[in-house]
């Protein structure tokens, strides 16, 4: 299904209030035990990110564990003369911070050079979404597990920032929730390329996302 087949105006409304709905939620949310801390940064500010090359979105401390094996091999290639991309690291949660963190300072120690940006990942409302992608200015954007976010979709979709979605999985439930939504919606916020986890996740996000997405 092409992206010609996407009503301009429904998906304009769709996400109009997709945001409205961000914004009503933010007194509740500023409020939550896992979204309070770090909250102001969750806004995106004006200082909120630095340009960076590489965006990497960890959702928590699982996800941001698997950030560390990235950044040894980064510091690998460092050592062997390769180029390294400047990052931008960002977590839902404090733990997932405190990984970051601690990763990001490893690898400003091994390499010599400045440590990565760490950053609580922003309220996806598109409006705060773009101006966090205004900010970093990415080449790229990496998403660990499955952080298949709308305003974050869109706003990469607008800027031609492309998206890679890595150790990818998908349950057979959260995919019958995904497929609620229209399949020409879910081809328009797709990633680029879904790197999966195991043969189960790839038959479940090419019915999501198409074939040709998957690996």
């Known amino acids: 299904m092409s992206d010609g087949s996407v009503r301009p105006g429904l998906l304009g409304a769709a996400l109009a209030a997709y945001?409205?709905?961000?914004k009503a939620a933010r007194p509740c949310l500023a409020r939550h035990k896992r979204l309070k801390e770090g909250f102001a940064e969750?806004?995106?500010p004006d200082n909120w990110a630095r340009p960076?090359?590489?965006w990497i979105?960890?959702?928590s401390g699982g996800e941001a564990s698997l950030v560390w094996t990235l950044l040894r091999q980064a510091a690998k290639d460092r050592a062997a003369g390769r180029a390294i991309p400047d990052m931008l690291l960002t977590t839902w949660t404090r733990q997932g911070h405190e990984v970051l963190s601690r990763a990001a300072e490893w690898f400003a120690a091994e390499t010599g050079l400045p440590a990565p940006?760490?950053?609580?990942?922003p309220l996806d409302e598109p409006g705060l979404m773009v101006r966090a992608l205004s900010q970093a200015a990415p080449r790229?954007?990496?998403?660990?597990?499955?952080e298949l976010w709308p305003g974050l979709l869109q706003a990469c979709r607008a800027a031609a920032v492309p998206v890679l979605a890595g150790n990818g999985r998908l349950t057979a439930r959260s995919l019958r929730h995904y497929k609620l939504l229209p399949a020409a919606w879910w081809e328009y916020f797709a990633p680029q390329r879904v790197l999966a986890m195991s043969e189960a996740d790839v038959a479940r996000f090419a019915a999501l996302f198409g074939e040709e997405r998957v690996a």
């Open 19 to 22: 945001g409205w709905l961000w």
């Open 42 to 44: 969750r806004l995106v």
């Open 52 to 54: 960076a090359d590489l």
């Open 57 to 59: 979105q960890a959702a």
């Open 117 to 121: 940006q760490v950053r609580f990942f």
């Open 140 to 146: 790229a954007v990496l998403l660990l597990e499955t």
